[in-house]
């Protein structure tokens, strides 16, 4: 099972909602742990450089702040339709979660403000306690994302602040990759979703529905048939993997 952001939430909360070992995408981590930038669609709030059992940044540098020695940007880029989008180090933010290393996140945050450390260390311990596993956001999960996206604005508005509507689809691409078992409480995205991919689709209580995504071969298919119209609109992802952390 793969939950978003939002159930992710309600489940922090308090909520009755069963998440343990259910799986998230490292957007859904990002959105929880609040690493995007409000004002900024190409920088991070903070920026998580981790490989797995080990964390970089220099003492005299600022490990949240410092956005250079990146491990992995990914470009996702709209044309002229809508502003560039550059999500950062996913798979160090799925490592970190997975190795459940809280001393190694506790550092990455030691020099945001106290009210923001005190917010963000437990929901750190969260994801750590209660979910099974982080999925990093690669290319080709990023890919039937876009074209969801594409799919999506020929019949929808995309929400104000642009990231959200991106986010959303690249969490429902996450799963679709996966062949899960989505669960969310946003009812337009699940039906447009379960149609877009015939997609049995399930209420089951509380405002909440799942997505069965299970049907991967159906799935694949139906995406590499369809006419990618994003394309010809100057849509494209890119994957800078070149630069490095510095090792100290």
């Known amino acids: 099972m793969m939950i978003d952001t939002q159930i992710l939430s309600y489940a ?3 909520r009755e909602i069963a998440v343990s070992s259910a799986r998230i995408s490292s957007v859904a981590a990002h959105e929880f742990l609040e690493v995007y930038d409000p004002d900024s669609t ?31 940007r990914l470009v996702l880029d709209f044309g002229s339709d809508y502003p ?20 190694a996140f506790g550092h990455i945050l030691s020099s945001l403000d106290k009210p923001l450390q005190k917010k963000l260390r437990p929901r750190f311990a969260f994801l750590c306690e209660q979910i099974g596993e ?12 876009i074209q969801l996206l594409w ?23 996450a799963a679709i990759s996966g062949r899960e078992h989505l669960l969310t409480d946003d ?20 405002g909440l529905v799942e997505i069965d995504f299970e049907r991967k071969t159906k799935v694949t298919k139906r995406l590499s048939s ?18 490095r952390a510095p090792q100290v």
């Open 187 to 206: 009812n337009l995205l699940a039906r447009f979703a379960a149609a877009q991919q015939q997609a049995p689709l399930r209420e089951v209580g509380q």
């Open 42 to 72: 190409t920088r991070f709030r903070y920026y998580i450089k981790y490989l797995s059992g080990r964390h970089f940044g220099a003492p005299a540098i600022s490990p949240s702040h410092w956005k250079g020695g990146a491990v992995q």
């Open 12 to 14: 922090y909360k308090g």
């Open 151 to 173: 799919d999506f604005v020929q019949h929808h508005n995309v929400k104000s602040n642009f990231r959200n509507s991106v986010n959303d689809m690249m969490i429902l691409a």
């Open 226 to 243: 369809e006419s990618k119209g994003y394309i010809n609109r100057g849509w494209r992802i890119a994957l800078d993997t070149q630069r």
């Open 134 to 145: 982080c999925v990093p956001l690669g290319p080709q999960t990023a890919e039937i994302g």
């Open 84 to 103: 560039q989008l550059i999500e950062f180090n996913s798979r160090a933010t799925a490592a970190i979660i997975n190795d459940r290393n809280i001393p």
